[in-house]
T-cell receptor
Framework: GQQLNQSPQSMFIQEGEDVSMNCTSS?????WLWYKQEPGEGPVLLIA?????ELTSNGRLTAQFGITRKDSFLNISASIPSDVGIYFC???????????????FGKGTLLTVNP | EAGVAQSPRYKIIEKRQSVAFWCNPI?????LYWYQQILGQGPKLLIQ????????DSQLPKDRFSAERLKGVDSTLKIQPAKLEDSAVYLC??????????????FGPGTRLTVL
């Protein structure tokens, strides 16, 4: 089935550093979503991207929808300890009629921030 | 606004036993999803409801898994009998409408199932 490849798998950084992670696919997506999951919780939507080339920010987070529509990246600036968690990219796979979609998730990037 | 509620939060059972999970979506959300998240993986959709009807259950192992949303609000997911490989977090999510990728899915905290 369709796979979203995320890299890196994990990151260990110092507080205050910037972080960059990305997601690639062999197929085109018309939407890219970035979620964060903290221990014992469900994923929470951080940023949604709907247009190729789109650059969107949410506080210290910035995400871009790749021009080819097959990739996206997420940057976190000036990391803080509460940024710890697993970051997932996700994209919708539509059915043949386009009436419904299934969200496909990458395997996630585990971020650890040392204070 | 209350989020998606799930119970129990944790469950430990032995293989071949049965287990059931409960989900209460955000009020007014017509679409409800059950996902399975195995350790080290992203969530994988098991079943999607629109009100009380099933929209997509193509990835649900129907020989052992079942789900219902009888009144179009709460939902239960059941596993009978459980296998070791069913150990995972079971996430429930809801969204306001169906089929539109701009409509956000809100996730509950999940039920962590351990099958011994």
């Amino acid at each position: 089935g369709q796979q979203l490849n995320q890299s890196p798998q994990s990151m260990f950084i110092q507080e205050g550093e910037d972080v960059s992670m990305n997601c690639t696919s062999s197929s085109i997506f018309n939407t890219w979503l970035w979620y964060k999951q903290e221990p014992g919780e469900g994923p929470v939507l951080l940023i949604a991207l709907y247009k190729a080339g789109e650059l969107t920010s949410n506080g210290r987070l910035t995400a871009q929808f790749g021009i080819t529509r097959k990739d996206s990246f997420l940057n976190i600036s000036a990391s803080i300890p509460s940024d710890v968690g697993i970051y997932f990219c996700a994209g919708p796979l539509y059915n043949s009629g386009g009436s419904n979609y299934k969200l496909t998730f990458g395997k996630g990037t585990l971020l650890t921030v040392n204070p | 606004e209350a989020g998606v509620a799930q119970s129990p939060r944790y469950k430990i059972i032995e293989k071949r036993q049965s287990v059931a999970f409960w989900c209460n979506p955000i009020s007014g959300h017509a679409t409800l999803y059950w996902y399975q998240q195995i350790l080290g993986q992203g969530p994988k959709l098991l079943i999607q409801f629109q009100n009380n009807g099933v929209v997509d259950d193509s990835q649900l192992p129907k020989d052992r898994f079942s789900a219902e949303r009888l009144k179009g609000v709460d939902s239960t997911l059941k596993i009978q009998p459980a296998k070791l490989e069913d150990s995972a977090v079971y996430l429930c999510a809801s969204s306001l409408i169906r089929g539109v990728s701009t409509d956000t899915q809100y996730f509950g905290p999940g039920t962590r199932l351990t099958v011994l």
